[in-house]
Nanobody, 122 residues
Framework: QVQLVESGGGLVQAGDSLRLSCAAS????????MGWFRRAPGKEREFVAA????????VYADSAKGRFTVSRDNAKNTGYLQMNSLKPEDTAVYYC???????????????WGQGTQVTVSS
């Protein structure tokens, strides 16, 4: 079973960039879709982006299009979420997750990391 650990969160100003990483243990990571989700204070968890096992297919939430880029390096067992032009409304705990299909629903993912906090000040 794969285990996931996020890193790279922090406190930044509006307009800054951050790159989140999702380090996976286990050789099966390369066979899974990787998704990124976030939960803002007082809000439901929401989909951000996902990338299929080979990196050939990606999907983004409307809020992420044009600003965020999801990628992965299967040789390093690591996934990434590059976030540019950050806004205060991007403030949330960000989670990576592993699943079997390229889905936007959290129900489609079976393994989750512990999350990393991203705070964007105005």
């Amino acid at each position: 079973q794969v285990q996931l650990v996020e890193s790279g969160g922090g406190l930044v100003q509006a307009g800054d960039s951050l790159r989140l990483s999702c380090a996976a243990s286990g050789r099966t990571f390369r066979f899974y879709t990787m998704g990124w989700f976030r939960r803002a204070p007082g809000k439901e968890r929401e989909f951000v982006a996902a990338i299929n096992w080979s990196g050939s297919d990606v999907v983004y939430a409307d809020s992420a299009k044009g600003r965020f880029t999801v990628s992965r390096d299967n040789a390093k067992n690591t996934g990434y979420l590059q976030m540019n032009s950050l806004k205060p409304e991007d403030t949330a705990v960000y989670y990576c997750a592993a699943g079997d299909h390229l889905l936007v629903s959290a129900n489609g993912y079976h393994t989750w990391g512990q999350g990393t906090q991203v705070t964007v000040s105005s």
